[in-house]
């Protein structure tokens, strides 16, 4: 009796689709918006690569960098994705956050001036880079978050055409949507924008591109931007499932570079659930992919050369080093 019993325990637990012991690892991660700027993290859901890595990732948009740090700060998030300003910020701050792999290489930020403005001031985006800054004095300009990465950039942009931030009216909209509307209805003369916002602007007659990071900025290139990042004591916990996770988004940078055209669909796939059926115009689609494919085809390990950049670019800590920054062991150089 006994014996049949045995064997019948054993048949179910074999039957079983996954037991309790082999359930997949379960994270969730906060992005700061829901944009192309996160493609590996987009493309990876999509196509099912990190159920493939054996890990179960719930992705919350926060609508900025700075509530995604509360986010991990606070334990409702396990690992993020964020920009290196608000990474610096929150370590600077006593937070013993760590990065452990890479979503975006480089700074992929634009500034889109309304049509309106670019009359006024009669320069375009080939017009000398020091007259373009000086054009934004009296502006009023919209950002996604003006306590992070996002305002960083802006309040730079401005120091190096000799202004002051009060020189500008800076104003908080972490919504693409609406920063395009409001550029459209001449409340802001300008925004500092991700894609498809520059494209739509452009398409649809109101606004053009008038800064550029990648032709403007060119010292950007070849720097980590959006680390994935969790606190120290959670990777030490739970290294296994962030292996996975990590693993899951190299995989999706490796599409993205070898199956450019497959990973763009899956983005795009994945870019209309999130909008509930409002998909981006086509003729939108393959600009802005391309655009993006320059910051995001690139290997998710932290480069020790682009973090090195970073560190000095966003004004790391001082004494900070990027052994105690950077956990090079999740997903080793190597690879």
Known sequence: MFGALRSIVVIAMLTMPISVAQAADKLTLA???????????????????FEAEGVDVTINDLGGGTNVVASLVGGSADVAAIGMGNFLQARSRGQDLKA??????????????????????????????????????????AVNDMGGSAGDFIRGLLARGGLKEGDVTLIN?????????????????AALSYP??????????????????????????????????AQKDFLANNRDAVIKLARAIQRAADMLSKEPDRARDIFFTEMELKGKGKGLAKELQQPMWSEMLKYNAQPASVSKTAFAN?????????GSTMDALVDATILPEAQ
């Open 31 to 49: 992005v700061h918006s829901v944009t192309s700027n996160l493609a590996t993290v987009y493309v990876a859901k999509g196509a099912k690569l």
């Open 100 to 141: 452990f792999a890479m979503t975006v290489r480089g700074y992929p930020n634009w500034v889109v001036a309304s049509a309106k403005m670019l009359e006024e001031v009669k320069l375009t985006s080939q017009a000398p880079l020091q007259d373009r800054l000086q054009a934004l004095r009296g502006r009023t300009i």
């Open 173 to 189: 909209m972490p919504s693409g949507a609406a920063r395009l509307a409001a550029l459209k209805a001449g409340r802001i003369d």
């Open 196 to 229: 498809p916002e520059p494209e739509t602007a452009t398409l649809e007659g109101y606004g053009k591109l008038f800064i550029s990071a990648l032709e403007d900025l060119p010292e950007t290139k070849n720097v980590e931007f959006i680390p994935l990042v």
């Open 310 to 318: 970073a560190m000095t670019y966003f004004k790391a800590p001082a």
